[in-house]
């Protein structure tokens, strides 16, 4: 049994329209790995980043 599957492998597989946020500061999914995905989504898509002040 996985204990993590890596959404950026299945990627390509997606065929619906995403629009995907992004907080910069979240601790359990970094941008960096959410961008991953996001890059290699074929279907119509947006991003959006949240801004935090503090």
């Keep these: 049994m996985l ?3 890596d959404v ?3 990627a390509e597989n997606i065929k619906a329209e995403v629009v995907m946020v992004i907080g910069p ?8 790995k959410q961008m991953a995905t996001f890059n290699r989504n074929n ?3 947006a991003v959006g980043f949240v801004r ?3």
């Design 3 to 5: 204990d993590y599957v």
């Design 52 to 54: 935090v002040r503090t």
């Design 25 to 32: 500061k979240d601790t359990v999914v970094f941008s960096k």
């Design 43 to 45: 279907s119509k898509k």
């Design 8 to 10: 950026k492998h299945q």
